[in-house]
């Protein structure tokens, strides 16, 4: 058996799931805890390049701080810790070695709530290229134009550059905050609750984008919506109590779980518990 195939426990994931897919993002015996509280425990995950995974589970259940493990937005909480093994694109993200920066550059992150910098359309967009040192105006352009083009935005903005990221709708501030993540060049994107804060037809486009997104980019999305999890997502994850407890192709999981917990988690059996 190799490496890999050791790192998946068989009762949470079928052996051969991921059998000769690559990996974009990986956890081992990862577990977290907040001062002293475990928010994780012992988590194995193993998330394919270019597909779209979901996270799915009850509130508190450890989502979002699996997600933010990823690109270590974690070690900007005081008293966290992390134990356990990280590795994203191949690299093991807590390494001593490893460049922060550009660790966060590989990998994008778009959060609940649409965070538009209050500056024109294109200055969002064009903010991380800038950070980067890019100056060339014809360059910078381009890449405007192209990362709003792959989030789906540019036909309603392109007369709206300069006008103030702030007078978008929520759905279009979502995606030029897609946009402004694209625009460096990322390899995964994190997605949390992206779509909660949107109207139905914002949240259609919304998914629409993110089937596309999966040909060039590997998305792990944590969501409430067991139907957009059901949509839009490749292989889903169920976490309960921070334990990592299913993780299979979406259409099994929805269909057929091997849980019963799964079961009554999406069939509305379980009650959240919020907290």
């Known amino acids: 058996m190799s490496a ?3 790192a998946v426990d068989a009762a949470v994931m079928p052996p051969d799931l991921l059998a000769g897919r690559e990996l974009a993002l990986e956890a081992r015996g990862l577990s977290l805890d907040y001062s002293e509280r475990r928010a ?3 988590v194995n995950l193993q998330v394919p390049r270019r597909r779209v995974t979901a996270l799915i589970g009850p509130s508190g259940c450890g989502k979002s701080s699996l997600l933010r493990c990823f690109n270590r937005l974690n070690d900007e909480i005081a ?3 992390v134990s356990g093994e990280v590795r994203v694109l191949g690299l093991d993200a807590y390494a001593e070695t490893t460049a922060l920066p550009e660790l966060r550059r590989r ?3 778009v959060f609940q709530k649409p965070n ?3 500056q024109s359309v294109a200055d969002n967009v064009a903010f991380g290229l800038r950070l980067a040192g890019l100056r060339s105006r014809l360059e910078l352009d381009d890449r405007v134009e192209a990362a709003l083009r792959a989030a789906g935005l540019w036909e309603e903005v392109r007369d709206r550059l300069d006008d103030s990221a702030l007078r978008l709708s929520a759905g279009q501030q979502q995606r030029l905050v897609i946009a402004r993540a694209l625009a460096v060049e990322p390899e995964v994107l994190l997605m949390d609750e992206p779509a909660s804060m949107l109207d139905p037809i914002s949240t259609l486009r919304f998914e629409e ?3 596309a997104l999966r040909e060039r980019y590997s998305v792990l999305l ?3 919506n067991m139907q957009q999890a059901a949509r839009v997502a490749d292989y889903t994850a169920f976490l309960q109590a921070g334990r990592l407890l299913e993780f299979d192709a979406t259409d099994r999981i929805f269909t057929n779980p091997r849980l019963r917990g799964t079961e009554d ?3 509305g059996r379980m009650r959240e518990d919020r907290g």
């Open 4 to 6: 890999r195939e050791d």
């Open 40 to 42: 994780l425990d012992a």
């Open 79 to 81: 008293g966290c810790r």
């Open 107 to 109: 990998v994008g992150m």
């Open 116 to 118: 538009p910098f209050p």
């Open 209 to 211: 984008l993110v089937v």
């Open 222 to 224: 944590v969501t409430h």
């Open 265 to 267: 988690y999406i069939t």
